[in-house]
């Protein structure tokens, strides 16, 4: 399953372009104090630089997450006090990620902190000068507007981060389910597959074994009578071959993966038309369909197919998909077959019919059918791109 934070953590590009960004304004301020002189001043901004360097990298990681922007944030502080408005770029960012990896909480305190900060710088810059306090309150009430606009975008961010880790979980959750079902899916048809040869090749090779060991007593009274179970056996042999390749083909593992269009189930189709059985599929939509609906249609048009060839001796079937004005996919298996007009699911059929009733539509038995035979006609919600 991938892990949530790291998924967020590669969405982060915008932030990383602000922490660039942020660097550069820094460098160019103490390049600016290097030009005028200012040589303290320009080595502080340069190592307070390459500090948000190593803490950019850091961040990074999603364990150093946490360290990396509370560094951010007290290096922020630093540039901000020494190259003066060059520095809000930083402190901007840096209060945009402690809101991120903390909370709004933190990210306040230390918005309050920096603007008391810089009453106090304006106070010792300004306080002794005409005006000087309509210049402290201004530049104060500036400050509060920026903090505040950069809390509400931070906050946002933290909020879409929060949804974006729920539906990143919530989709390896489904993966998960997905794979148990298909799982469970392909245990039960082993279940049911064992089922039925038991009961129809098991009882087919005891005929023969019966016929033979007959033969085999009668040969020297009877030659005839014993040739005549031989020749039963030899039917009997045939019959086991061609219901064994029946289920060779019915159990043929097509990929679920390939089959999202409606048009890519004609590889399902293809499988069955190695028997004689005559398969046309119609399709007059070009959805998509999701991971469910793929799964249905696929177990619906095989069951549809097998019945027709087991059962109904069937030799033409039309697999019909098609979706209606309102969104709504449609799925008819009709086949020409000869069954009994009364019908009485079986453990597949039932299957089927639990799945659609799961998925919000239903499945339901037509008898007779548009080819003469058995229709399978499965109604499912719209159809999800």
């Known amino acids: 399953m991938p892990r949530p934070a790291s998924a967020i953590a590669r969405s982060r590009w915008p932030i990383h372009v602000l922490i660039g960004v942020s660097i550069v304004a820094a460098a160019g301020g103490s390049v600016i104090h290097l030009v005028e002189g200012m040589t303290g001043q320009a080595v502080a901004g340069f190592v307070l630089v390459a500090v948000v360097g190593v ?14 922007s509370l560094v951010l944030a007290l290096c922020s502080i630093g540039l901000l006090a020494i190259v003066d408005a060059l520095g809000f770029p930083m402190v901007f960012t840096a209060l945009i990620l402690l809101v991120l990896d903390w909370g709004i909480w933190l990210g306040i305190i230390v918005s309050l902190l920096i603007s008391g900060l810089m009453v106090v710088l ?13 210049i402290i309150v201004g530049q104060a009430v500036t400050n509060t507007i920026q903090f505040i606009l950069v809390l509400i975008v931070a906050a946002l ?33 082993r279940a049911r597959a064992a089922a039925d040869l038991h009961d129809g090749l098991g009882h087919q090779l005891t005929l023969i074994s019966m016929s033979l ?30 219901d064994m390749r029946l289920w060779v083909r019915a159990l043929h593992p097509a990929r679920l993966d390939q089959l999202t269009e409606p048009s890519s189930f004609e590889a399902v189709a293809d499988v069955f038309r190695g028997t004689g059985l005559n398969v046309a599929v119609e399709v007059s939509t070009d959805e998509q369909f999701d ?34 004005d309102a969104g709504r996919l449609r799925l008819v298996v009709a086949d020409n077959g000869s069954g009994n007009s009364e019908i009485r699911p079986g453990y597949g059929l039932r299957g089927l019919i639990e799945r659609a009733e799961a998925l919000g539509g ?16 499965a109604e499912l919600p719209e159809v999800s791109s």
Not at 122 to 134: F, M, R, V
Not at 157 to 184: F, I, K, P, W
């Open 291 to 324: 991971a469910r609906q793929t799964l249905f249609a696929y177990r619906m048009i095989q069951e549809g197919l097998t019945n027709a060839l087991r059962h109904a001796r069937a030799s033409q079937v039309v697999v019909t998909i098609a979706q209606d």
């Open 157 to 189: 961010l933290r909020a879409y981060n929060a949804q974006h880790a729920e539906l990143v979980t919530v989709n390896a959750q489904l993966t998960e389910a997905m794979d148990a079902s298909r799982d469970l899916v392909l245990a039960t048809e």
């Open 362 to 377: 239903r499945l339901r038995l037509q008898h007779p059918g548009s080819l003469g035979g058995l229709d399978l006609i």
């Open 55 to 68: 803490a950019w990298r850091a961040w990074t990681h999603e364990r150093l997450q946490k360290a990396a």
């Open 213 to 242: 060991e007959y033969a085999d007593r009668m040969r020297e009274k009877d030659a005839e009578l014993a040739w005549d179970e031989v020749a039963n056996a030899s039917a009997t042999a045939r019959q086991a071959l061609a």
């Open 122 to 134: 304006l106070y010792q810059i300004y306080g002794d000068q005409p005006g000087g306090t309509s």
